[in-house]
């Protein structure tokens, strides 16, 4: 792959989930990195430190491993969060969370002819099933906060808390090697009364 190549990918990969979040929420805005310079300014650098010191380095190494699980809680929080911003219904702030986190890896692996990672379509690691329980769990204190049920932990007590989750079920499923429950497992399963 060309360095274009892999800086676009990058790009794609790290902003892609808030992309297709900012066009659901509001078509008729720019999405976030359009209007802040900064966002691409990171994804370059980022690519081109990947691109300088971390050609050899195992992808499934726990460090790696740390910083996909980090981001993944913090973009299905972030996603959900900005949702709610906008009024969007409980439901699509958790599926906004979800897509925010996934989404740009999913466009990547199109972009690559793969199947989507972040589906369980090919990969041995769980990504859906983390974001969207931080992306909900930020989403049920906020509402509970909301309709001032409980003592409440805050907005940020509500973000800590939902990447906290995301982030410990991603690491305990790659430790573990758990996986998404697949489709085809709930066809199997036979329910007895």
Sequence with gaps: MSVVGALILSIVTAVGGG???DLLLAPSQPAFWVTDPRYLSLCV???VLALLFLQD???SSRPLVL???LSLGAFSVLGARAALARRAPALFAVLSGWLTASGGGMVRDVLCYEAPRALGASDKSMRAGPAVAGALV???LRRARYLRVGGGVGEEGALWLGMGVAVIMRLVADEWDIQELAARTLHA???VP
Aim: with cysteine; net charge positive; charged share 15%.
């Design 189 to 191: 399963i036979r329910f």
């Design 19 to 21: 992309t297709i979040r």
């Design 138 to 140: 930020y989403v049920g």
């Design 45 to 47: 650098a980022s690519c």
């Design 57 to 59: 380095f195992p992808i």
């Design 67 to 69: 910083a996909d699980a």
